[in-house]
């Protein structure tokens, strides 16, 4: 079982309330230049889940090819905001078998991968910043990071 964790990209500045905040021209980009990279992933999620707010959907529209209804469910939640706490995702993702992708906030999805990897959410198993991917995988003995993709690494690679 896979788990695929997206911070939403870059929002605008603080001009309405956070739920309503839209992504910067910044934070699109960069999300667009993840979705490109992920979709030759083939994340095959059989559910798709984000928080709800502006930048998630926007998110969730860039990466669509991951969201399609013929791959799975696409549901808005809450609890994936920044100060919700991971208990009830703890048990719920629990219960999943199947590829899935949360679209959420920090700090709440750097806790909710401490949590999962190493049974604590302090310090940090994962540096998130707007626009990161991880990905965990669910095997017997508990979860592990498969891998991470920040926006600087993005950056790096459009130099070669």
């Not at 990466?63 to 920044?82: D, S």
């Not at 992708?101 to 540096?127: D, I």
Request: with cysteine; net charge negative; hydrophobic share 40%.
């Amino acid at each position: 079982m896979k788990l695929y964790l997206i911070q939403t990209g870059d929002a605008v500045a603080r001009q309405t309330t956070d739920f309503e905040r839209p992504l910067s021209d910044q934070g699109r980009l960069n999300m667009e230049k993840l979705a490109s990279l992920l979709s030759r992933v083939h994340l095959d999620a059989t559910r798709v889940i984000h928080s709800g707010n502006t930048r998630a959907r926007q998110t969730l529209e860039i990466f669509q090819w991951a969201a399609t209804p013929e791959r799975g469910r696409i549901e808005a939640r809450e609890g994936l905001g920044p100060e919700d706490p991971v208990e009830p995702w703890l048990q719920e993702i629990s219960g999943w078998e199947q590829p899935a992708v949360l679209v959420g906030h920090q700090p709440f999805l750097g806790k909710l991968v401490s949590r999962l990897v190493a049974g604590r959410e302090e310090p940090p198993v994962v540096a998130f910043c707007p626009g990161t991917a991880v990905c965990l995988t669910k095997a017997e003995d508990g979860w592990s990071l498969c891998w991470m993709v920040p926006p600087e690494l993005m950056k790096a690679m459009a130099r070669y």
